[in-house]
């Protein structure tokens, strides 16, 4: 039961965090169920999961809630996100890594090169430039030799709906601008430069979180996903 249990929480963890299911929609266990072909007591039991985790609520009556954040939560966990990115970043570059490592960052920058060699964003090349943007930064974390460290990037990332998609694929320059730092970050580790290294990830994840909090504010969000200081929905 408690395999069952984990299966269903990372599927379901997965869902909200993909945005199958929207910030602030209540969750009712016989349709969660009857969706993922279980019975009702590993999703409740996957519910409590994910409450614990920060990404559901439980609402008084109601059951549960995918969790609505706040601006400044938002704002907070980018800022939190940078300073630990920015670390794993120094950790690799003081401690050096292994040429696998920087094999790796080579090919996620080979990656991103390709797909912006054309001067603009197809939308057929989010998914791809997501995908080397994930694998970038998880080789880094992985590579700080810190396991905490990873584990709380991770964790600190799980905003529904957030999580690795606010990608603003319209703005050519502004993605060309975050896959440079990319380049900027391998380089600083290479060359073992940790305070280079730690300055241009922290500028970089802080950064994303600027441009972050301007679309949330923008009358492009949708409207699910716009949210006012009181962490409610707009």
Same mark, same amino acid.
């Given at each position: 039961?408690?395999?069952?249990?984990?299966?269903?929480?990372?599927?379901?963890?997965?869902?909200?965090?993909?945005?199958?299911?929207?910030?602030?929609?209540?969750?009712?266990?016989?349709?969660? %169920?009857? !969706?993922?072909?279980?019975? &009702?007591?590993? =999703?409740?039991?996957?519910?409590? *999961?994910?409450?614990? +985790?920060? @990404?559901?609520?439980?609402?008084?009556?109601?059951?549960?809630?995918?969790?609505?954040?706040?601006?400044?939560?938002?704002?907070?966990?980018?800022?939190?996100?940078?300073?630990?990115?920015? %670390?794993? !970043?120094?950790?690799?570059? &003081?401690?050096? =890594?292994?040429?696998?490592?920087? *094999?790796?960052?080579? +090919?996620? @920058?080979?990656?991103?090169?390709?797909?912006?060699?054309?001067?603009?964003?197809?939308?057929?090349?989010?998914?791809?430039?997501?995908?080397?943007?994930?694998?970038?930064?998880?080789?880094?974390?992985? !590579?700080?030799?810190?396991?905490?460290?990873?584990?709380?990037?991770?964790?600190?990332?799980?905003?529904?709906?957030?999580?690795?998609?606010?990608?603003?694929?319209?703005?050519?320059?502004?993605?060309?601008?975050?896959?440079?730092?990319?380049?900027?970050?391998?380089?600083?580790?290479?060359?073992?430069?940790?305070?280079? !290294?730690?300055?241009?990830?922290?500028?970089?994840?802080?950064?994303?979180?600027?441009?972050?909090?301007?679309?949330?504010?923008?009358?492009?969000?949708?409207?699910?996903?716009?949210?006012?200081?009181?962490?409610?929905?707009?």
């Amino acid at each position: 039961m408690r395999t069952r249990s984990t299966s269903v929480a990372d599927r379901l963890r997965a869902m909200i965090l993909e945005g199958d299911y929207m910030p602030g929609e209540h969750l009712q266990e016989v349709p969660v %169920a009857e !969706a993922m072909g279980v019975s &009702r007591t590993p =999703v409740r039991a996957a519910f409590a *999961a994910l409450e614990r +985790e920060g @990404l559901l609520d439980y609402v008084p009556k109601r059951g549960f809630a995918v969790r609505v954040f706040s601006h400044a939560e938002i704002a907070d966990k980018y800022f939190v996100r940078s300073v630990l990115e920015g %670390a794993a !970043a120094g950790l690799c570059a &003081r401690n050096g =890594v292994p040429d696998q490592v920087l *094999a790796t960052l080579d +090919e996620a @920058l080979a990656d991103g090169d390709r797909i912006l060699a054309g001067g603009r964003l197809d939308p057929e090349d989010l998914p791809a430039y997501r995908l080397m943007n994930n694998h970038f930064h998880g080789a880094i974390t992985a !590579a700080s030799g810190s396991a905490s460290t990873a584990e709380m990037v991770q964790q600190i990332g799980q905003i529904p709906f957030l999580s690795d998609r606010i990608i603003l694929w319209h703005d050519y320059r502004l993605i060309d601008r975050s896959h440079d730092d990319h380049h900027r970050i391998r380089d600083a580790i290479a060359t073992r430069d940790p305070s280079r !290294a730690e300055a241009l990830m922290r500028e970089h994840v802080g950064f994303m979180g600027h441009v972050v909090q301007q679309y949330l504010n923008s009358t492009a969000a949708p409207e699910h996903l716009r949210v006012v200081d009181d962490g409610t929905a707009s």
